[in-house]
C-alpha cells in the first residue's frame, strides 16, 4: 500500500511564503501527474496545481504566478512553493498522483493564513 506523506504546512501572515512537500512511501511507476488540492473550510476540494510526467504544469487561476510546483522523479516528491499568501488560500492541502488507474492521495497539511 503506497502513502503520501506531507509536509511543510502551518500558519504564516498574509504575504509569507511555505513550501509544501509530499513523498511517497515507496517507488511509484507509471506516474501520469502528481499534484495539490487544497479543500478551505465549507468548500470543495479543488486543483491547486498539477505536474504531468512530461513537465507540464497547469495551475488555478488563483495561484497563478505565486505557487510553483516541481517534482523530484528519482524520489517521486512533488513540491509546493507558495509565495504572497493570501487568507483565502487557508485550508487542508492534500498531495495526489495518479499512475494509470491508480489514484493516490495523501492525509492532508493544513496551511493558515492570517490577515
Known amino acids: 500500500q503506497v502513502q503520501l506523506v506531507e509536509s511543510g504546512g502551518g500558519l504564516v501572515q498574509a504575504g509569507g511564503s511555505l513550501r509544501l512537500s509530499c513523498t511517497a512511501s515507496r517507488m511509484i511507476s507509471s506516474i501520469d501527474r502528481m499534484g495539490w488540492y487544497r479543500q478551505a473550510p465549507g468548500k470543495q476540494r479543488e486543483l491547486v496545481a498539477v505536474v504531468t510526467s512530461g513537465g507540464q504544469t497547469n495551475y488555478a487561476d488563483s495561484v497563478k504566478g505565486r505557487f510553483t510546483i516541481s517534482r523530484d522523479n528519482a524520489k517521486t516528491t512533488v513540491y509546493l512553493q507558495m509565495n504572497s499568501l493570501k487568507p483565502e488560500d487557508t485550508g487542508v492541502y492534500y498531495c495526489?498522483?495518479?499512475?494509470?488507474?491508480?489514484?493516490?492521495w495523501g492525509k492532508g497539511t493544513l496551511v493558515t493564513v492570517s490577515s
Open positions: 495526489n498522483t495518479q499512475a494509470r488507474v491508480l489514484n493516490y
